[in-house]
């Protein structure tokens, strides 16, 4: 069917459209600056005004470059696994990003991301405006390029590499903080391995409980309610320490505590509901995936809430910071953050999303491996999980290293798990040769049906059967050479997970805080020498 003339012209114009949109957003956020600054009770200089203008908009476009790059790490799965279109996606992460920094993200926020250097060793507050404002130039340029290449990075690490950069241009190395360097460090490393370990070992256990039964129906109808309220438990203790924690602190047995009671009530609620739909279902994969789709929008949503809480303070924080010098000639390491930077900041990652977005949530959901509903929430479990424990032992690690992690440890789970199946299916054809084709692939049938435990003991008959025909026949008749095996399975590791597109992710982590802090660095100076 040919497109309307109006369907072509949006096509053709539509990155026009992105870009004009973005400028109007950045040119309502210098005017709301200036209004702010007109309507203080303190009387700004130009030039304080002019920086406190240029500062706010350079928020603003960090803010739209983490809403375009970040946020795809909550959305891919569920947008990868079909549980939502793109275009809800978007929607919903929008309004609960959005939500989730204005009701959540809390007045007093942290200027200095991640306590990596001491601010209190720069005694001059431009010198301190120098290093925020570079900082944010610098953070928002490294995002902007890495979503421009498809790269999903720490937006954290990168504001946290550009202050630790700028912040040794202004004062020397003396100002960082190397244990919570070596801190990072080790995040780094313990993000993406437990994430992918988690939910390697969440989809495996829904696989043995579920999809590898006879009667797929009835254990979809005795374990589902259960992994749904682990689901609800998991979500409400991680709403409760990431997204609600810069208004409200809550301690960890609190909120594991409460979250358990969440968890209870659901349980409860949702059995008669699941058990009705796996009555009404066929015994299938299929089947399983729907009764989890409803449950993979809410977490989609709650971690778009808690992000926004949780991740706003890297765009606004420098502002933050900018504002509390200009304003009061104060170098704080948590400022006041007035209502108007707040907004800036929510409305910044929903605009970047909405227009931005789409590419790093499809790439995350449908190109680095094959997601369904079951995988979805296997990286879901993975995420929430990882976060809480991280908190609890004072570790900080990055959400989106975890989340791709994630998506890379159930891809790698289910190569594993296809070349295993290629192996026993190699053994059962091994023990049928010579025999009728009908009947082996009837074998095959009953094989692939079978539960886990007569899977192992069909394949000791298997073995049992290839002993006595090799017995009878050379090694030159074997099914497949050992070369050939060898092809398959790389034709298969290529096919399942995009080791390509790990390997530029990957790169793409470890160059974010040393480019950033490199960076920034360099614009210092450029500030420094032109606000002086």
């Not at 699941?274 to 449950?295: D, G, Q």
């Not at 991740?311 to 504002?323: C, E, S, W, Y």
Request: aromatic share 8%; glycine share 8%; net charge positive.
């Amino acid at each position: 069917m040919p497109k309307s003339p109006r369907a072509r012209f949006i096509a053709k114009h539509q990155e026009v459209l992105q870009f004009g949109t973005a400028v109007l957003f950045l040119l309502l956020v210098g005017g709301c600056a200036w209004l702010s600054g007109t309507l203080s009770s303190v009387v700004l200089p130009t030039a304080a005004m002019w920086m406190l203008v240029v500062a706010a908009v350079m928020a603003g476009y960090m803010a739209m470059n983490i809403g375009a790059n970040d946020v795809a790490n909550n959305m891919g799965p569920v947008v990868g696994s079909g549980a939502m279109s793109l275009g809800w996606a978007l929607a919903v992460a929008a309004v609960f990003e959005a939500l989730g920094a204005v009701v959540a993200g809390g007045d007093v926020i942290g200027t200095v991301k991640g306590g990596i250097i001491d601010a209190r060793q720069i005694t001059d507050a431009s010198a301190f405006v120098w290093v925020m404002f570079a900082a944010l130039i610098a953070a928002a340029l490294w995002i902007n390029l890495a979503t421009a290449l498809d790269a999903p990075v720490s937006t954290t690490h990168s504001i946290i590499g550009a202050i630790t950069g700028a912040g040794v241009a202004a004062g020397g190395w003396g100002l960082i903080n190397w244990s919570t360097l070596g801190d990072i460090a080790l995040g780094w490393l313990v993000s993406p391995l437990a994430g992918g370990a988690l939910a390697a070992a969440f989809l495996y256990l829904i696989k043995r409980c579920v999809t590898y039964r006879s009667n797929g129906a009835e254990a979809a109808r005795r374990v589902v309610p259960v992994l749904i309220a682990l689901m609800v438990w998991a979500y409400t203790t991680y709403l409760l320490i990431k997204g609600l924690g810069q208004v409200w602190r809550v301690e960890l047995a609190e909120a594991l505590v409460a979250g358990a009671a969440v968890a209870l009530v659901t349980w409860w609620l949702i059995r008669l509901p699941i058990r009705r739909m796996a009555v009404r279902h066929e015994s299938s994969k299929k089947a399983v995936n729907h009764l989890f789709t409803w449950p993979l929008i809410g977490s989609a949503a709650l971690l778009s809430f808690a992000h926004g809480a949780n991740d706003v303070a890297n765009a606004i924080g420098p502002l933050a910071a900018i504002h509390e010098a200009i304003q009061a000639g104060a170098i704080a390491t948590r400022a006041q953050a007035p209502l108007w930077i707040l907004v800036v900041g929510a409305l910044g990652l929903s605009v970047g999303l909405v227009l931005y977005g789409a590419r790093l949530i499809r790439i995350v959901g449908r190109e680095i491996t094959e997601l369904d509903n079951m995988r979805a929430y296997a990286i879901a479990m993975a995420v929430s999980l990882t976060v809480i424990v991280a908190s609890q032992f004072g570790m900080p690690v990055s959400t989106t290293q975890i989340s791709i992690g994630a998506v890379f440890g159930v891809g790698f789970l289910r190569q594993w798990l296809k070349v295993n199946y290629a192996r026993m299916e190699a053994q059962v054809l091994a023990g049928h040769q010579g025999q009728d084709r009908a009947e082996v692939e009837a074998y095959l049938l009953r094989f692939s049906g079978a539960e886990v435990h007569e899977k192992k003991r069909m394949l000791a008959d298997m073995k049992l059967r290839k002993r006595q025909h090799e017995a009878t026949q050379t090694a030159e008749g074997a099914l497949l050479a050992k070369k050939e095996r060898k092809l398959l399975k790389k034709a298969v590791d290529k096919a399942i997970v995009k080791r390509s597109l790990a390997l530029r992710i990957v790169a793409a982590w470890i160059v974010t805080l040393p480019a950033t802090a490199a960076l920034a660095a360099v614009l210092f100076h450029v500030v420094r020498a032109v606000l002086r």
